[in-house]
């Protein structure tokens, strides 16, 4: 077997951790292979060429449309489709990120379109919608659940099998670095899909950019981390009106560090930031926690 390809269960078989390349750093992600179906498909060319190769694969789960969950679906044309109605759009035309980005005529549209060449992206076509609690029936032991966890985009999934309790979580991505700084993204649902996994009975989880997490109460921890580094967030945010009697807009939090606390890709960078705090701010206002004034915010 190749070593980035490794069973996840002694107990039930079919069911696999394939490692992205890189460990899954960006422009790469992790996989799950159950049975016939693949979630994701950002592991590497190479990687999926190799896995085609040893495996049927007949079905292709998407858990959203980022490109580094995407890239190489055009590799298994053959194959099934599927994705939730709200990821559809940019999922078949590649083009469609760029405003979901909001970096239309940035530097980093260009940066975007040649990430899309290098990656060889394509177009595919999706042929099933799928929906929350959809279950698919995969061999006689296993039973493959649709949960539908929005907030990192409007359309987000995660997939859980209900038999051997393994959960993808997709972008609930377990990191230092959870992520909100696309358009169709937010924040309050984020948080909710959130609760909605450590809600689970769940015995192991692997998530896009993370390997394999194992034992209720390590997940429980790592959920409880990845809380704390949302609160530390609106900790940062919530300081700043604290500091300034004058109503806060949000091209003031431009550029501050609130969520990268360093710049590697700047550009990029603090469009997503903005874009982010934009979400905690909406946040705030639904919990009362701020009023609007004039064009900008104040504390209530
Ligand atoms: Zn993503």
């Not at 085609?52 to 099934?80: C, M, Q």
């Not at 599927?82 to 990120?97: R, T, W």
């Not at 959809?134 to 949960?147: P, T």
């Amino acid at each position: 077997m190749e070593d980035f390809i490794i069973p996840l269960s002694s107990e039930f078989d079919g069911i696999y951790f394939i490692e992205g390349n890189q460990r899954a750093r960006y422009p790469y992600s992790h996989s799950m292979l159950i049975g016939d179906y693949l979630i994701d498909t950002g592991i590497s060319h190479k990687r999926l060429k190799t896995l085609k190769k040893r495996f049927p694969i007949n079905n292709v789960l998407f858990t959203h449309w980022h490109e580094d969950h995407i890239s190489g679906n055009y590799l298994l044309k053959d194959a099934k489709f599927y994705c939730h109605s709200k990821d559809k759009a940019p999922i078949e035309n590649v083009n469609e990120m760029i405003p979901l980005y909001n970096v239309k005529n940035t530097p980093v549209e260009d940066e975007l379109n040649s990430l899309i060449k290098l990656l060889r992206m394509q177009n595919i076509k999706v042929d099933t919608i799928i929906a929350d609690n959809d279950i698919f029936k995969i061999g006689d032991q296993l039973k493959l659940k649709v949960l539908f966890t929005p907030g990192h985009t409007a359309g987000h999934c995660a997939y859980y099998e209900l038999n051997s309790k393994i959960a993808f979580l997709g972008d609930i991505d377990l990191t230092r670095h959870p992520y909100y700084g696309n358009l169709d993204a937010s924040l309050i649902k984020f948080e909710e899909s959130i609760a909605k996994i450590k809600a689970l009975d769940i015995e192991t989880v692997v998530t896009g950019h993370r390997g394999i997490i194992e034992g209720k109460n390590k997940i429980d921890e790592e959920i409880d981390k990845y809380m704390s580094i949302l609160q530390g967030r609106d900790e940062r945010i919530l300081a700043f009106f604290s500091e300034r009697s004058r109503p806060i807009e949000l091209d003031n939090l431009r550029e501050k560090n609130i969520i990268y606390r360093k710049y590697t890709f700047k550009d990029f960078e603090i469009i997503a930031e903005l874009l982010m705090i934009e979400k905690h701010l909406e946040k705030f206002l639904k919990e009362g926690i701020i009023a609007e004034k004039k064009k900008g915010y104040i504390l209530n």
